[in-house]
């Protein structure tokens, strides 16, 4: 993993697990490197689930660049992990970035 890499998935990783109560269990690129994959399952050992969201691999530069998360990737996150794992209100969820795919 690149130190770019690694920054993105702790960016992400702990936004996840404050906001969500989700954890960040897969983060790799895809074949042909134009988007990272991102796993995340709920904390509680009780929970079940995962939620896949594919961001484009620009994201990581720009998220490594700033050292924090922006508002468009935050307001992903936080519409797609909105029913996994945690109590957030969904308030950010109307502007999020449709440019982002999440299956």
Known sequence: MTSEETRFFVLVSDF???NHQCKLTEFF????GN???LCF????VDATGQRYIYLPASD???VSSL??????IVECLHYELRNLGGNFSTAFAAGADSSLRSE
């Open 41 to 44: 399952r709920p904390l509680a």
């Open 67 to 72: 050292n924090s998360l922006p508002v468009s």
């Open 29 to 32: 690129q895809s074949a042909d």
């Open 35 to 37: 988007e990272y994959v």
């Open 16 to 18: 996840a697990q404050r």
């Open 60 to 62: 990581v530069e720009i």
